[in-house]
T-cell receptor, first 115, second 114 residues
């Protein structure tokens, strides 16, 4: 089966600019996650979708970050305006059903550099 | 709140030597536990997981982990390390039931020397 697709792989922007990332999960995976991984740290969950509904966005900085998952398939994560501290790898993952019993399948991530 | 501690930021082992990566978790009940591996520029790959039952869990690539409730630990082991095992390893914990989120540790970077 095809894996979790993410694009772009790399992005460099100036602070205060906006940026968007795209994720296409594994076909049939109802749950989709966006994680932020800052260099030297473990991934931190930003938002979790179940189909096209938000299950958990408690750690999403909502003043600048937004995410949507229209039609319950692919998803976009947007940052507007970006700050220097947003430099990180943004990982998308998906899983079957409502949980993670089979483990997540991660995409390769988008490396964002804010200058 | 749940949390994971990986006390070793960086470990170096010789090829062919045994490996143990430490992981301690904090959670009020029986947790779900995971080990993931991340190669440079790649996403995370699941090595193994523990939900219940046998406390010694076998995973892919020859890895195993043992759940010790009394020590709140879930250490990852491999009897003989290969150069291709060089990567970063993340321990993760999740609560049982519902939409409990997965919390990752800060990772241990493994270097393998010839």
């Amino acid at each position: 089966e095809a894996g979790v697709a993410q694009s772009p792989r790399y992005k460099i922007i100036e602070k205060r600019q906006s940026v968007a990332f795209w994720c296409n999960p594994i076909s049939g995976h109802a749950t989709l996650y966006w994680y932020q991984q800052i260099l030297g740290q473990g991934p931190k969950l930003l938002i979790q979708f179940q189909n096209n509904g938000v299950v958990d966005d408690s750690q999403l900085p909502k003043d600048r970050f937004s995410a949507e998952r229209l039609k319950g398939v692919d998803s976009t994560l947007k940052i507007q305006p970006a700050k220097l501290e947003d430099s990180a790898v943004y990982l998308c993952a998906s899983s079957l059903g409502r949980g993670f019993f089979g483990g997540y399948t991660f995409g390769s991530g988008t490396r964002l550099t804010v200058v | 709140a749940q949390s994971v501690t990986q006390p070793d930021i960086h470990i170096t082992v010789s090829e062919g030597a045994s490996l143990e990566l430490r992981c301690n978790y904090s959670y009020g009940a029986t947790p779900y536990l995971f080990w993931y591996v991340q190669s440079p520029g790649q996403g995370l790959q699941l090595l193994l997981k523990y939900f219940s039952g046998d406390t010694l869990v076998q995973g892919i690539k020859g890895f195993e982990a043992e759940f010790k409730r009394s020590q709140s630990s879930f250490n990852l082991r491999k009897p003989s390390v290969h150069w291709s095992d060089a990567a970063e390893y993340f321990c993760a914990v999740a609560g049982s039931g519902g939409y409990q989120k997965v919390t990752f540790g800060t990772g241990t970077k493994l270097q393998v020397i010839p």
